[in-house]
């Protein structure tokens, strides 16, 4: 199946700093790209959706000046965390939407990176 | 998209059949029923979707009520390796996102 991976898979950093995440279609082209939160104990919650070459769209209550999303090419997401605070400290995980096989809408999900602020 | 309904948790022996319900009363005729489940600590993994017919794959068996206002998916010989949240989503095949629910912690026992 179709494989997405992120980078880093661990991250911890100071608060105050800035965290940048990679999401990559390692074997397909992803027009669509999601982003998710998901605290200890709680489902994924969405937080935007990025289309390449187009800002992206954000869920309500998330902040798009602290959540920064680019979707330079059709392989790559990042997502920059800005001004981490201790409250950011999440498991961050993406999804990639693929190429079509007929109307099926589905969507790979990376392995998700766990951010750490201190 | 329709909001589902899915017990908090569940056990199953190993080698058992795990049958895990799903209810999803106000889907609507255009939209799917898809199943994912995550591992701890893991991105969710891709199981099986349907929009209104029985499914099979080598993973698991999805069965959907005629009524298509619940599922159940059959993982049909459990491993402990299937311990994982699984979750049921309705989505019409249109839209993009995902939402995710509470899911169901499946627990398989030795």
Redesign the interface.
């Known amino acids: 199946g179709a494989v997405v991976s992120q980078h880093p898979s661990r991250v911890i950093c100071k608060s105050g700093t800035s965290v940048k995440i990679e999401c990559r279609s390692l074997d397909f082209q992803a027009t669509t790209m999601f982003w998710y939160r998901q605290f200890p104990k709680k489902s994924l919650m969405l937080m935007a959706t990025s289309n390449e070459g187009s800002k992206a769209t954000y869920e309500q209550g998330v902040e798009k000046d602290k959540f920064l999303i680019n979707h330079a090419s059709l392989t790559l997401s990042t997502l920059t965390v800005t001004s981490a605070h201790p409250e950011d400290s999440s498991f961050y995980i993406c999804s990639a939407k693929g190429g079509a096989s007929g109307s099926v809408d589905e969507q790979y999900f990376g392995p998700g990176t766990r951010l750490t602020v201190t | 998209d329709a909001k589902t309904t899915q017990p908090p948790s569940m056990d199953c022996a190993e080698g058992r059949a795990a049958n895990l319900p799903c209810n999803h009363s106000t889907i609507s005729g255009n939209e799917?029923v898809y199943w994912?489940r995550?591992i701890h600590?893991?991105?969710?993994?891709?199981i099986i979707?349907g929009l209104k017919n029985n499914e099979t794959n080598e993973m698991a068996s999805l069965i959907i009520t005629e009524d298509r206002k619940s599922s159940t998916l059959i993982l049909p010989h459990a491993t402990l390796r299937d311990t994982a949240v699984y979750?049921c989503i309705v989505?019409r095949?249109?839209?993009?996102?995902?939402?995710?629910?509470?899911?169901t912690s499946l627990t398989v026992i030795p």
């Open positions: 799917y994912y995550q600590s893991q991105g969710p993994q891709y979707h979750y989505k095949n249109t839209g993009n996102q995902f939402y995710f629910g509470t899911g």
